[in-house]
């Protein structure tokens, strides 16, 4: 037990020397083939992820607001027929503005139909609802992406931990030695695989939850604006 002991600031000396022998780099280099495909398309999911996550935000944000600022021309009380021109020049940067379109549009084509007022609003209907699924659905592209990081990337990081840890043991069979020299690649494969399989996912996680939520609050708000705009429309029906 004193013997095990004893070994113990031996071992702490020669870990605390590692860093100087070897940089992150030359470690990932000096690394198996499968472990390097490993790292290296954990570090692409990375690298992806943040991409996804800085072009989303950017998108989220101007969505929302040329879509407050469009419904709050809309309640200025400004007549239907003006809010439509306003709204087709603003369709490509608001969703509101195109659920606006939507909706006048298949009013002006309800006119040359037969039936009832109540027939017709429900088609009108349709086509906001389908039109807010639309704007979300064009939201939600690239999400599924961090979805699948965040689920993946801690597994796929364990595969290489297990290959790292398997490969310290074979080196321990051939040289028939538990010396920290020998283990020590293994070891170290090991750990950056599953560093770098969390470094993937902990982002990709966070970015989707955060995404999803402001999605949904979006989505909410778009269909407010959506029975507003119903409600407008049975008022002004277009000619």
């Known amino acids: 037990m004193n013997h095990a002991f004893s070994l113990v600031p031996v071992l702490l000396a020669e870990l605390a020397e590692a860093p100087k022998q070897e940089s992150l780099l030359s470690l990932v280099l000096s690394a198996g083939i499968f472990v390097q495909l490993i790292l290296f398309g954990l570090l692409a999911m990375s690298v992806l992820t943040w991409a996804i996550i800085f072009f989303k935000r950017k ?4 969505a929302e607001e040329h879509s407050e600022s469009f419904a709050r021309s ?6 239907l027929s003006d809010l439509y021109e306003a709204a087709q020049r603003e369709q490509g940067l608001s969703a509101a503005a195109a ?6 549009e298949e009013a002006k084509r309800e006119n040359g139909t037969k039936g009832n007022l109540e027939g017709r609003s429900r088609r009108v209907e349709r086509a906001l609802k389908s039109a807010v699924d639309e704007e979300i659905a064009r939201l939600e592209r690239r999400l599924p992406f961090l979805a699948t990081t965040g689920s ?9 931990t297990v290959w790292g840890i398997m490969r310290s043991f074979r080196d321990i069979g051939q040289l028939h030695s538990a010396d920290l020299s020998v283990v020590a690649p293994g070891i170290a494969e090991a750990l950056i695989a599953t560093a770098v399989g969390l470094f993937a996912a902990i982002p990709a996680v966070m970015a989707y939850n955060t995404f999803l939520n402001r999605i949904r609050s979006f989505r909410r708000a778009l269909e407010s604006f959506a029975d507003a705009a119903l409600s407008r429309i049975e008022r002004e029906w277009p000619s």
Request: hydrophobic share 50%; glycine share 12%.
């Open 99 to 104: 659920v606006l379109c939507a909706g006048y």
């Open 74 to 79: 809309f309640e200025d009380r400004t007549a």
């Open 59 to 62: 998108i989220l944000r101007e």
């Open 152 to 160: 993946t990337a801690p597994f796929i990081g364990l595969f290489g």
